[in-house]
């Protein structure tokens, strides 16, 4: 952790925690294509159910792919072929982006277009490089947007949300369908020769660990490299009241601490040993690590890596929350505001999103009908190699700023 300053007033402390039996679960509607393959010659694909084209476009399944005729239409015409799955969804939550494979097999150089869509939004439109006749090129469309998301600012009479046209609602397991189409002067053909999930692998920032995204004074008022044996007890506590899973109790045993990483392990409750006494009415046990009573900080620069599990219905957050000390009663009031609850969520995960996709936010105001919140949880990105992701929040008297992979 970095931070330029100490400041007095509240103190915030950090939270990290993995919880269970949050995630949604996965409709027997959504299809899993095999490697994540929506098309290639191989794949079967029924006209009439599943290509849907609009502005005199017409489309040909070919045994070299899906053939698009292309008219001349008016500038301000909408010319689109749709590619349907054959019944409900596609998941690709274990991608983040598409690669299409696109020839020019007429004669009239085009510019090929390329979106996907899910029934909470769409992708950005990606707009390929000019193709000559005979021309092949391939496009990769990323699940996130090319302006990443930026809160709007903040306004009495208004409800927090984003500016426009940053960040993306796109819902990588829910894909409804995929939009084709190119800009052309005359008559065009364009083959779609394969459309694949891929993992479009992120390059994490040299300066990660070692220092904040920004210059200035800064130094180190904490760092853990989890580099002994066991857990420092004089920095982490490993219980705490759980106002967030009542399905699930924390519990020392299971935070282990080997080879520079601290490991939560969550697993059923009537699986231990003891467990009939020890647990309660609780389905779960998981681990549970925050800073309560060991370290506080107001403003500066908060990261952590962190690799997500990927077995189904899990949640992980790693956090900020407020501590207005002693006086104000128990861990529970403690860690509360004068209008109830109140946290800087750095990362966010449920496992039923795949292990590309997290959120963020920053919430005050109370929880439940009352909380208000800014944030995303349609953030796309990819583990580095060892799978782990590193996440930040630059915090200022005046803007927070989240980072991932830097």
């Known amino acids: ?86 019944s409900g969804w596609w998941d690709l939550r274990a991608s983040n982006a598409l ?7 007429g004669l009239t150089p085009l510019t090929p277009l390329v979106q996907a869509l899910s029934d909470n939004g769409p992708t950005d439109l990606v707009v390929g490089e000019p193709l000559a006749p005979g021309g092949v090129d391939e496009i990769v469309l990323p699940f996130d947007a090319y302006a990443p998301w930026q809160g709007a600012p903040l306004a009495a009479d208004e409800p927090p949300g984003a500016l426009a046209n940053t ?19 005359a008559p065009a053909d364009l083959l779609v020769e394969q459309i694949v999930g891929f993992i479009k692998r992120t390059t994490p920032a040299p300066w990660l660990g070692s220092r904040p995204p920004v210059e200035g004074d800064w130094q180190f008022t904490l760092r853990d490299e989890f580099s002994g044996a066991r857990l420092n007890s ?8 759980n106002q967030w899973d009542p399905s699930s109790r924390f519990v020392p045993a299971q935070v282990t601490v080997r080879g520079g990483r601290a490991t939560l392990r969550l697993q059923r409750a009537d699986s231990l040993p003891g467990a009939a006494t020890g647990v309660g009415d609780e389905s779960y046990v998981t681990g549970y690590l925050d800073t309560f009573d060991n370290f506080t900080q107001r403003y500066g620069y908060f990261e952590a890596r962190v690799r997500l599990p990927r077995a189904s219905g899990l949640w992980v957050q790693v956090a900020l929350a407020p501590d ?54 349609y953030l796309y990105t990819t583990p580095d190699s060892e799978g782990f992701l590193t996440c930040g929040l630059l915090w200022l008297p005046d803007s927070l700023t989240w980072y991932c992979q830097g």
């Open 324 to 377: 207005r000390g002693a006086s104000a009663g128990d861990a529970r009031a403690r860690t509360d505001t004068p209008t109830s609850g109140q946290e800087m969520t750095i990362l966010e995960h449920l496992t039923v999103w795949g292990v590309n996709r997290y959120s963020l936010a920053a919430r005050w105001g109370g929880w439940g009908e009352r909380a208000r919140m800014i944030g995303s949880q």
């Open 1 to 86: 952790m970095w931070a330029s300053l100490l400041r007095s007033g509240w103190r915030w402390l950090l939270l990290a925690l993995l919880v269970g039996a949050l995630g949604a679960p996965v409709t027997a509607q959504g299809v899993r294509p095999p490697g994540d393959l929506l098309y290639a010659p191989r794949v079967v694909v029924d006209p009439d159910n599943q290509i849907r084209a609009s502005g005199g476009a017409t489309v040909e399944v070919t045994r070299t792919g899906l053939r698009l005729t292309l008219p001349t239409v008016a500038e301000d015409a909408e010319q689109i072929v749709e590619l349907r799955p054959a």
């Open 167 to 185: 960040g993306t609602r796109f819902r990588s397991g829910e894909v409804t369908a995929i939009r084709l189409g190119a800009d052309h002067a």
């Open 234 to 241: 004089d920095l982490w506590n490993t219980t705490g009241f």
């Open 99 to 105: 690669r299409f494979r696109l020839r020019n097999v």
